[in-house]
């Protein structure tokens, strides 16, 4: 484990200088490619020197047990599911989506700050025909979706024990890595779809251009928002004895209309999962994502975060994290080109505010990054 504290530390210096380099650098194209090269080529190497087995000899790879749910990605160009003719002339936020009216209005309104999102459609004849629409395109492939699977596929390749919890079909499960084990309490006939929509930075739609490439993301899903793959993850827990517990997918929570008092019951089952881990030999990361529930983001902060040993979120999902710690409250959409002081500062402030005993020596990364 001590390799990955170091391994850690170099990536984070290995960014620091890039960034340095690049923002303010006098250098010259060439020599800023050179020096940008060698501190990426010494980050490999170090890299190379990292093992997972416990002592000097290697040995059996980490334990790690991640949850909850899997799905489906339909990844398509977001012109060619909405054309630019549709672009609707004021764009709106909604806390689910019933309409195609309401799904353009939302795009725009995240496309316009170049801001990701994720909405769950409530409306199964729409969603389905966005997907038949999105599989005639020429841009469209397909892809396993969900924080979960993709981060357990990683740590298997790379030599870990992987506990998944997830519900997913037969097909979806021979398709995974064979040190990946699944945790589920039955099969489903159908692997859940999430429809992505994908642009490009300085990308026109409408009267709209991006700030930056991102990606909107929808969902008929009513798996993953109620994490059913839960008691049978807490089945084999206990006898799996993780190094490292990660929670995702939390954000299908958001907005999904659950019914009163379902929510905050399920997260104290996540909460409980989580305190039952031996602090002492179990690392625990929470991996995060957009939010725009306030009542799910406090939740949060009170039933997972102050679990957790280490936090991963970009540089878009801190603002509103800080927010919620520092003002009670969220933001729909933060700037998309954050300065590093900035985002500096926002972590310096929620370390001080009423939140310390939460963030007090956590760490903040992302793993799709």
Known sequence: MESWTKLSLVAA???AAIAVFYR???LDDDNLKQRMEAVLKSLIKQEKTARFGYGSSGGAGPRIAIGYGACKDLFVDAYQLLP???????????????????LRKMFAYFFQHGAAAERFVSNDELFNALVSRAIKTDSHRWAVGGNAPVMALRFALEGAEVLLSAKITEDMRRGLHESIAVAESSVVEEDDV???LEYKRQEKWGKYVSPRANRFIVHSDVNNPTVSSLEAFDDLLSDFRPNLFLVSGLQMMDNFPFKEGERIAR????????GSQDFEKTRIHFEMASFVDETLLK????????????LGMNEQELPNLY???KFGNITLASDSNPRIAVV?????????????????????WDFDR
């Open 13 to 15: 210096v290995a960014v």
């Open 24 to 26: 303010g650098s006098p």
């Open 84 to 102: 630019p003719s549709v672009a609707p002339d004021n764009p709106e936020h909604f806390n689910e989506i019933e309409s195609e009216s309401q």
């Open 194 to 196: 999430h429809l992505i």
């Open 267 to 274: 997260l104290e089952k996540i909460k409980g999962q989580m």
């Open 299 to 310: 939740e949060l902060t009170t039933e997972v975060i102050p679990y957790a040993d280490s």
């Open 323 to 325: 927010s919620m710690l």
């Open 344 to 364: 500096l500062d926002q972590m310096r402030s929620s370390s001080r505010s009423w939140a310390r005993p939460i963030l007090s020596g956590v760490k903040l």
